[in-house]
């Protein structure tokens, strides 16, 4: 699928304002008090890590082990080769504080994870839960250049419109300096209970499952099946009402979802995989992705 000269444009655009963005190096965009950013420091990146531990597992229903109880950090091996985009909120931070970004003021983060680092550290940790290996061998074939979406969320308060836009347009700028082709990941329900989420995970069955040269499935002994209702028994309304923000909005710019869900008793949550071709963001969201 063509993307349009409008969505071509707005990848351009984001390429161009990358390489002249000035100031501190990792500063992609401010809005406001808000900033989204790549950490540049180890204390940027356990800024992210405490971030994660607040949502997870102090108002989610994640499970810390012994060294994440003590250290109050989700942390994993992945942390120390990925990128971590953030979102700031300077106007939590205190004034005579000196430089640098403070744990408190991270509001939003994302991990994000680029095809040639992946090989080089043992690769994605979708494949955890995912069989991807044929993606990759398509990447290899077509000189495609996958970055894979993780741990991924948003300090309550900040779960708005302002802060998601600003960490897609980071990703965005992330996907036009290093030229990247496809995205995916995991995204999440807050339950481990398949059969309550028969109604959403039917509707992403039935209207949004990968086609064959993009097919993907959960890994045998962890498959759980989407295809619970009838495609004719959905209720439209009721299925949108049941998805979370972050996969609604995924799926309305344009996201393919893997076969098959995944129960992640750690962190309490059912698993489906994201798979998004950046040629086919839809026009309106490209402009998220792309434009400052």
């Not at 290996?133 to 308060?157: D, T």
Request: contains cysteine; proline residues 3%; hydrophobic residues 40%.
């Amino acid at each position: 699928m063509a993307r349009s000269k409008e969505a071509v444009a707005a990848q351009d655009e984001a390429r161009i304002a990358a390489n002249e963005a000035g100031g501190d190096a990792g500063t992609i965009a401010r809005r406001g008090s808000l900033e989204v950013r790549i950490a540049q420091t180890p204390e940027e990146i356990d800024a992210a890590q405490a971030l994660r531990y607040r949502v997870f597992y102090e108002e989610m229903s994640a499970t810390p082990d012994a060294k994440a109880l003590a250290t109050r950090r989700d942390a994993d091996r992945f942390d120390e080769f990925c990128d971590h985009l953030l979102v700031v909120d300077h106007a939590l931070a205190d004034a005579d504080a000196g430089e640098g970004v403070q744990a408190k003021a991270v509001v939003g983060c994302y991990r994000l994870l680029r095809q040639e680092v992946a090989d080089q550290h043992g690769g994605f940790y979708t494949a955890g839960e995912y069989d991807i290996e044929p993606l990759l061998a398509r990447a290899r074939n077509e000189g495609l250049r996958f970055l894979e979406l993780g741990r991924s969320c948003v300090l309550e308060g900040y779960r708005n419109k302002r802060s998601v836009e600003l960490l897609w347009h980071g990703i965005g700028y992330y996907l036009a300096m290093h030229n990247l082709d496809v995205m995916f990941g995991c995204a999440s329900f807050e339950t481990t209970d398949p059969d309550a989420l028969a109604l959403p995970l039917s509707y992403l069955y039935h209207e949004f499952l990968t086609p064959d040269q993009w097919y993907v499935r959960a890994l045998g002994d962890q498959y759980v099946e989407m295809n619970r209702i009838p495609k004719d028994d959905i209720n439209l309304r009721d299925a949108l009402r049941a998805l979370p923000p972050m996969i609604k909005g995924y799926i309305r710019a344009g996201c393919y979802i893997g076969d098959g869900a995944v129960v992640d008793e750690q962190f309490g949550t059912t698993d489906v995989l994201i798979l998004f071709p950046v040629s086919r963001i839809n026009d309106r969201y490209f402009s998220k992705f792309g434009k400052a």
